[in-house]
Nanobody, 127 residues
Framework: QVQLVESGGGLVQAGDSLRLSCAAS????????MGWFRQAPGKEREFVGG???????????DYTDSVKGRFTISRDNAQNTVYLQMNSLKPEDTAIYYC?????????????????WGQGTQVTVSS
């Protein structure tokens, strides 16, 4: 059974940092597209960033414009874990953050394209 489990959320102040983790079990995702999404109250789930296998030992990441330069995705394949480092957090980053995965490396960054989901972790940024 495939599971994605997020951790690391919490309540922080604007300007602080958090690192979210997504631990996968049940299969390896070393050659998958791993994404982070978030959903704020009353809003649709939106893409935050993703990291895809780019051949050999290479990976490439991309991000939504609002987090570029502040958020960084990384992965530890030995631990089957993906991370989301969030710096310079803003109140508008407040949301439930979800980890997701798809075996389609070139899937569009829409929730419907991802097959596997974690349960989410709450991130709250106070002003």
């Amino acid at each position: 059974q495939v599971q994605l489990v997020e951790s690391g959320g919490g309540l922080v102040q604007a300007g602080d940092s958090l690192r979210l983790s997504c631990a996968a079990s049940g299969r390896t995702f070393s050659r998958a597209l791993m994404g982070w999404f978030r959903q704020a109250p009353g809003k649709e789930r939106e893409f935050v960033g993703g990291i895809r296998w780019a051949g050999g030992s290479r990976y490439s990441a991309d991000y939504t414009d609002s987090v570029k330069g502040r958020f960084t995705i990384s992965r530890d394949n030995a631990q089957n874990t993906v991370y989301l480092q969030m710096n310079s957090l803003k109140p508008e980053d407040t949301a439930i953050y979800y980890c997701a995965a798809t075996l389609n490396l070139y899937a569009p960054h829409t929730p419907q394209e991802y097959n596997y989901w974690g349960q989410g972790t709450q991130v709250t940024v106070s002003s």
